[in-house]
T-cell receptor, first 113, second 111 residues
Framework: GENVEQHPSTLSVQEGDSAVIKCTYS??????FPWYKQELGKGPQLIID?????GEKKDQRIAVTLNKTAKHFSLHITETQPEDSAVYFC????????????FGGGTRLMVKP | EAGVTQSPTHLIKTRGQQATLRCSPI?????VYWYQQALGLGLQFLLW?????ERNRGNFPPRFSGRQFPNYSSELNVNALELEDSALYLC????WGYGYTFGSGTRLTVV
């Protein structure tokens, strides 16, 4: 089945700096890659997603890039703010895996004011 | 538009008991997914329901089961509870296999 690796597990940045989180996946049939933000005591919130026919997608300070050949995708957050502090999860969906999302292990992002 | 709602928010059970968790998807969403998130760990896929049928299940024992009702709401049942079943149980719904929306979860504690 699909396997998703996420790095780093923790990331600390200064307010205003950029943050990058990287994920790799194993199943070449995966075609949908969402990113989720989870704050303490809450469920994961979808912040951006990308489909396999697109190489890059941007939404204000957040962008995601996808390299299908290398089977990796990344989340880029620019001009980080303290409220960006949370755990971020990447995920991949493969038609071979029954349509469910396979998640990476998560990255705890801490933005220092 | 109301989001995915889960109940109860918290649930405390004794080892060996049964737990029932409930999920109401976003209106119009026919697929419901259940995930387990143990403390400090990632999300592990449990079950997928679509149009009232179980479509796929993750690597969990049979004492984890559930169902989906005609109105697309779903319940997750965990029988013979074990201490390691303590976790946050999350439900997500999606209309077309994209844009999965999660609820806030049910925190199950087994003592």
């Amino acid at each position: 089945g699909e396997n998703v690796e996420q790095h780093p597990s923790t990331l600390s940045v200064q307010e205003g700096d950029s943050a990058v989180i990287k994920c790799t996946y194993s199943d070449s049939a995966s075609n949908y890659f969402p990113w989720y933000k989870q704050e303490l005591g809450k469920g994961p919130q979808l912040i951006i997603d990308i489909r396999s026919n697109v190489g890059e997608k941007k939404d204000q300070r957040i962008a995601v890039t996808l390299n299908k050949t290398a089977k990796h995708f990344s989340l880029h957050i620019t001009e980080t703010q303290p409220e960006d502090s949370a755990v971020y999860f990447c995920a991949a969906r493969s038609n071979n895996a029954g349509n469910m999302l396979t998640f990476g292990g998560g990255t705890r992002l801490m933005v220092k004011p | 538009e109301a989001g995915v709602t889960q109940s109860p928010t918290h649930l405390i059970k004794t080892r060996g008991q049964q737990a029932t968790l409930r999920c109401s998807p976003i209106s119009g969403h026919t697929s419901v997914y259940w995930y387990q998130q143990a403390l400090g760990l990632g999300l592990q896929f449990l079950l997928w329901y679509d149009e009232g049928e179980e479509r796929n299940r993750g690597n969990f024992p049979p004492r984890f089961s559930g169902r989906q009702f005609p109105n697309y709401s779903s319940e997750l049942n965990v029988n013979a509870l074990e201490l390691e079943d303590s976790a946050l149980y999350l439900c997500a719904s999606t209309p077309w296999g994209y844009g999965y929306t999660f609820g806030s979860g049910t925190r199950l504690t087994v003592v």
